[in-house]
C-alpha cells in the first residue's frame, strides 16, 4: 500500500492549529518538518512500514504526527526518550480530530507538569 504523502492543505492546517494552541507569536516560530516514522500498521505485522511524517517542537516538546494510510493518522508528543505520551487513542480517521486531540492531551500534561513545580 502506498501512503500519500502530507499536502500543502495539510500542513497549512497544521499550522493554524498551532497558531490556535499556542498563539501566533509561539506558532510562526515553528517549523514543520517532514520526515518519515517507521510503523508496525497493525500489531500483528512483523514488518514496518514507512510512513510520512510531520515533525515540530514548541519549547522542550517535540511532536510527531504520521500517515498510517490515505485518511489515517497516529500522533505523539515527547519530552525525553523516556517521556513520551500518545493520545489515548490508536488511530484518527481525521487529521483535524488528530491534531486536536494531540494538542490537548499536551496541554493537559504541560499543566500538570507546571503544577508539580515543573518538569521532572
Same mark, same amino acid.
Given at each position: 500500500?502506498?501512503?500519500? !504523502?502530507?499536502?500543502? $492543505?495539510?500542513?497549512? /492546517?497544521? &499550522?493554524?492549529?498551532?497558531? =490556535?494552541r499556542f498563539g501566533a507569536a509561539v506558532a510562526d516560530m515553528v !517549523?514543520?518538518? =517532514?520526515? #518519515?516514522? !517507521?510503523? *508496525?500498521?497493525?500489531?500483528?505485522? @512483523? =514488518?514496518?512500514?514507512?510512513?510520512?511524517? /510531520?515533525?515540530?517542537?514548541? +519549547?522542550?516538546?517535540?511532536?510527531?504526527? $504520521? @500517515?498510517? +494510510?490515505?485518511?489515517?493518522? @497516529?500522533?505523539?508528543?515527547?519530552?525525553?526518550?523516556?517521556? *513520551?505520551?500518545?493520545?489515548g487513542q490508536e488511530e484518527f480517521d481525521n487529521l483535524g480530530d488528530?491534531?486536536i486531540t494531540l494538542l490537548k492531551v499536551q496541554e493537559e500534561e &504541560? $499543566? *500538570? *507538569? !507546571?503544577? #508539580? +513545580?515543573?518538569? @521532572?
Amino acid at each position: 500500500m502506498t501512503i500519500p !504523502e502530507f499536502s500543502a $492543505s495539510d500542513i497549512k /492546517l497544521v &499550522q493554524a492549529t498551532l497558531k =490556535e494552541r499556542f498563539g501566533a507569536a509561539v506558532a510562526d516560530m515553528v !517549523e514543520i518538518k =517532514e520526515a #518519515e516514522t !517507521e510503523i *508496525r500498521l497493525t500489531p500483528a505485522d @512483523r =514488518e514496518l512500514t514507512v510512513c510520512p511524517a /510531520l515533525f515540530w517542537i514548541v +519549547g522542550d516538546c517535540a511532536f510527531v504526527l $504520521s @500517515r498510517t +494510510g490515505p485518511a489515517a493518522y @497516529r500522533a505523539m508528543f515527547y519530552y525525553s526518550v523516556k517521556d *513520551r505520551f500518545g493520545t489515548g487513542q490508536e488511530e484518527f480517521d481525521n487529521l483535524g480530530d488528530c491534531l486536536i486531540t494531540l494538542l490537548k492531551v499536551q496541554e493537559e500534561e &504541560q $499543566s *500538570r *507538569r !507546571e503544577g #508539580e +513545580g515543573g518538569i @521532572r
